[in-house]
Antibody
Framework: QVQLIQSGAEVKKPGASVKVSCKAS????????MHWVRQAPGQGLEWMGW????????DYAQKFQGRVNMTRDTSISTAYMELTSLHSDDTAVYYC????????????WGQGTLVTVSS | DIQMTQSPSALSASVGDRVTITCRAS??????LAWYQQKPGKAPKLLIY???SLESGVPSRFSGSGSGTEFTLTINSLQPDDSATYYC????????FGQGTRVELK
């Protein structure tokens, strides 16, 4: 079965960077885009961008352009999301989510990684 | 960017009630619309995709309808386990989510 296992919680200071990993199993990692979505405490879901694991091509939401970098390591079926210049309102749970391809949106999400930004 | 607007933002209903949540897209998204259920501390769970297709394993009391810019999620005969926040999502161009609708049981 499809599994997306994310790295553990992080605590960072303002101005620092964080890199979250998402290890995929149970399907062809290079066959499906991987999305990243975040959710601030008590708030809604916010799409950050996606990566094509086959090519490494990325597309980011305008809000995060210049501050986010999505990469992958196909040898270990793992996607990464790095966010730089952190500030307090980046405190959120960060999720990876597998695209479904075609008509299907995809129903597989990681368990989430809490990133806390605090001085 | 495509904006998604849900209404209402919260509702309270009784067990057995029929509940309807509406989602509007800022431009046509054809049928590229999904609905999720999220409970506290958990990742969102897919309920409906392509506006009206029921995800495998999801109870049949959940249904979706609509196309273009107007969409609806209906929960027939609300159950205690349905207390959660519901999000619509467009996947026509990138992804974008509605702000969520919190469903509480009276």
């Amino acid at each position: 079965q499809v599994q997306l296992i994310q790295s553990g919680a992080e605590v960072k200071k303002p101005g620092a960077s964080v890199k979250v990993s998402c290890k995929a199993s149970g399907y062809s990692f290079i066959g499906f885009y991987m999305h990243w979505v975040r959710q601030a405490p008590g708030q809604g879901l916010e799409w950050m961008g996606w990566i094509n694991p086959k090519t490494g091509d990325t597309d980011y939401a305008q809000k995060f352009q210049g501050r986010v970098n999505m990469t992958r390591d196909t040898s270990i079926s793992t996607a990464y999301m790095e966010l730089t210049s952190l500030h307090s309102d980046d405190t959120a749970v960060y999720y990876c989510a597998k695209d479904g391809g075609g008509d299907y949106v995809g129903g597989n999400w990681g368990q989430g990684t809490l990133v806390t930004v605090s001085s | 960017d495509i904006q998604m607007t849900q209404s209402p933002s919260a509702l309270s209903a009784s067990v057995g009630d029929r509940v309807t949540i509406t989602c509007r897209a800022s431009q046509s998204i054809s049928s590229w619309l999904a609905w999720y259920q999220q409970k506290p501390g958990k990742a969102p769970k897919l309920l409906i995709y392509k506006a009206s297709s029921l995800e495998s394993g999801v109870p049949s009391r959940f249904s979706g309808s609509g196309s273009g810019t107007e969409f609806t999620l209906t929960i027939n005969s609300l159950q205690p386990d349905d207390s959660a926040t519901y999000y619509c999502q467009q996947y026509s161009r990138y992804w974008a989510f509605g702000q969520g609708t919190r469903v509480e049981l009276k």
